[in-house]
Nanobody
Framework: VQLVESGGGSVQTGGSLRLSCAASGFTFENYAIGWFRQAPGKEREGISCQSYFDKKKYAKEGRFTISDNSAKNTMYLQMDSLKPEDTAVYYC??????????????????????WGQGTLVTVSS
């Protein structure tokens, strides 16, 4: 069971970036999948999540949009209007049998079993 992110890099303020996360060893059926980030000196936070369990989505802001391609077993995070404060390491994650809002919540993160390795996004002003 593995998640592998790609697509991180450097972008200027106002730019866009799309992250990808390929899953292997499991399918998204009955899973919550999502994106989290951790900036230097800050706690890891949920950015955008969706759940096949409760069929709902959650997003911290409208600038971040999660999507997936079940045929490719891959999830994506589209990030628009990026700001310097969006600079962080971004992680994808997955957990079965949990709602989107719970999965993205700060208190739930210790229960998440499947994490990607992280990819750095740097937004310059």
């Amino acid at each position: 069971v593995q998640l592998v992110e790609s697509g991180g890099g450097s972008v200027q303020t106002g730019g866009s970036l799309r992250l990808s996360c390929a899953a292997s060893g499991f399918t998204f059926e009955n899973y919550a999948i999502g994106w989290f980030r951790q900036a230097p000196g800050k706690e890891r936070e949920g950015i955008s999540c969706q759940s096949y369990f409760d069929k709902k989505k959650y997003a911290k802001e409208g600038r971040f949009t999660i999507s997936d391609n079940s045929a490719k077993n891959t999830m994506y995070l589209q990030m628009d209007s990026l700001k310097p404060e969006d600079t962080a390491v971004y992680y994808c994650a997955a957990q079965p049998w949990v709602s989107a809002s719970q999965f993205c919540g700060l208190s739930f993160q210790s229960n998440v079993d499947i994490w990607g390795q992280g990819t750095l996004v740097t937004v310059s002003s």
